[in-house]
């Protein structure tokens, strides 16, 4: 494993991982900011007319800001597209936003400028202002990081690339032996803006599961546990036809793509924190899923210290998505404890979209459910988890069988409140409120849409 502190940088590192201890965790009770000083950023993604996918979100991302009496007020109609601010990016932002609500974070995806995080400070309606320096992430993590706000004041940016399958013997005998990943991972101070740390590293699965043509093929959304010593980052496994493949036009095997095998059991990338050093991959027995989401956070630190971690593409028929545990004690998945949404709905297939951790073992999942066709999903909706006695309560939405929450990216809390954005593709919404404490749901300002276009995140 190769790491390396940048040389222009190693006092500001130094000075980040010495305040790591002071560092807010997150967003949850017990900010302490008072309602005249928290500002409710939204989001929405552009249709780009010339893609046959309706709402695919590729021509951009406009945000603008509401106070907190705003955002609660059912009379107040806002439309961030005529009103808002564009974001920097050719494609969909990748935008993260300090707990305070006070900055938002945006790494750009794809394009000229793809990998280049801005910070803005945030002042109400479309007043967002660049802050402190342009950051070009690009030459570590792509055109295209997955990225987020790993622990207050910190952001992680990730890549995992697939290398070539290695194989032995001439055709037409060739014989699998395995593929690995390319892994690199960097540290962004966020309120100084500046990379802090780099590291890049090969990340096989154990010998057994490269054997069998299982390989990382995508990891994401990593998070800082309650102690700062560790990162967790979440993967997604593939896996090849070791005895399957078709001769390319160079003379070489091309291994076929094997869909039909058990998936890989639920696995995270660990590393040492903030050195970035000892890569380990553990393995859940509890579910075969994926732990890297889909551009929302998936994991978060617990009150009780533990990491709880959702899952999603289990896939129809193998018991829907679930939410796993990290234990704070022994740094690894807690196998005795799982929470299913299949079971505490009464349902069957559901797929967590995503999710937020609101403290105390309680928690708010946006999911949808496989329709039983392929891996295609539809619906959207809102369920209040308890994760202490695992059971949980949906609540009912305006058009909950056309919602698509499949490209959201955020949902913020401030004192006892949890806001999410709900509008279906094109069409008109609005905010929705839920108390974390006693569960009610209200229904908050207008979000006023445009053909093609939806919301997908608050901050």
């Not at 690339?161 to 014989?175: D, H, K, L, R």
């Not at 309120?191 to 096989?204: G, S």
Request: aromatic letters at 10%; a negative charge.
């Amino acid at each position: 494993m190769k790491t390396e502190l940048l040389r222009t940088i190693m006092f500001g590192a130094a000075i980040t991982a010495l305040s790591l201890s002071a560092c807010k965790k997150s967003d949850g009770p017990g900010e302490n900011i008072a309602d005249s000083d928290r500002w409710i950023t939204i989001s929405g993604a552009m249709d780009d007319p010339s893609n046959a996918e309706v709402g695919d979100g590729n021509a951009g991302t406009m945000v603008y800001s509401l106070t907190v009496e705003e955002a609660k007020n059912p009379g107040i109609s806002v439309n961030v597209f005529d009103q808002g601010m564009h974001v920097k990016s050719q494609r969909t932002a990748r935008l993260q936003a300090s707990a305070d609500g006070k900055y938002l974070y945006n790494i750009q995806y794809v394009g000229e400028d793809g990998g280049i995080f801005n910070k803005m400070s945030v002042h109400g309606g479309k007043d967002f202002r660049p802050e402190g320096s342009e950051v070009d992430t690009e030459p570590y993590v792509s055109a295209s990081p997955r990225w987020l706000k790993a622990v207050e004041g910190v952001g992680i940016a990730v890549k995992a690339e697939a290398n070539a399958v290695v194989y032995e013997g001439a055709s037409p005998n060739f014989v699998f032996k395995g593929r690995t990943a390319s892994v690199d991972v960097i540290t962004l101070d966020l309120n100084n803006p500046k990379i802090t740390k780099v590291a890049d590293f090969q990340l096989p699965l154990s010998p057994e599961e490269v054997a069998a043509g299982y390989y990382v093929s995508r990891i994401d959304v990593p998070v800082v546990n309650k102690a700062g010593n560790k990162v967790y980052i979440g993967a997604a496994i593939s896996k090849h036809n070791t005895s399957s493949f078709t001769i390319g036009t160079d003379g070489l095997p091309v291994f076929a793509a094997d869909n039909a095998s058990p998936r890989s059991w639920a696995k995270t990338l660990v590393l040492d924190y903030p050195a970035l050093e000892n890569p380990k991959v553990l393995t859940s027995t509890q579910t075969r899923g994926s732990t890297n989401g889909y551009r929302s956070t998936m994991q978060y630190v617990g009150t009780d210290g533990h990491v709880y971690q959702a899952t999603s593409g289990e896939g129809p028929g193998n018991g829907g998505s679930k939410i796993l545990k990290i234990s704070a004690e022994s740094n690894d998945y807690d196998n005795s404890y799982v929470f299913s949404l299949d079971q505490a709905l009464g349902e069957t297939n559901t797929y967590i979209e995503t999710w937020k951790y609101a403290g105390d073992g309680i928690g708010f999942v946006v999911y949808s459910k496989y329709t039983g066709t392929g891996n295609t999903r539809t619906g959207g909706y809102i369920a209040r988890v308890n994760l202490n006695n695992k059971t949980a309560t949906k609540y009912t939405l305006p058009n909950e069988a056309t919602l698509n929450f499949g490209q959201i990216q955020a949902i913020t809390m401030h004192d006892e409140d949890v806001f999410i954005a709900v509008a279906p593709v094109g069409m008109d919404g609005n905010m929705y409120i839920f108390n974390r404490k006693t569960g009610e749901m209200t229904v908050g300002a207008k979000l006023v849409n445009k053909p093609g276009n939806q919301y997908i995140g608050v901050y």
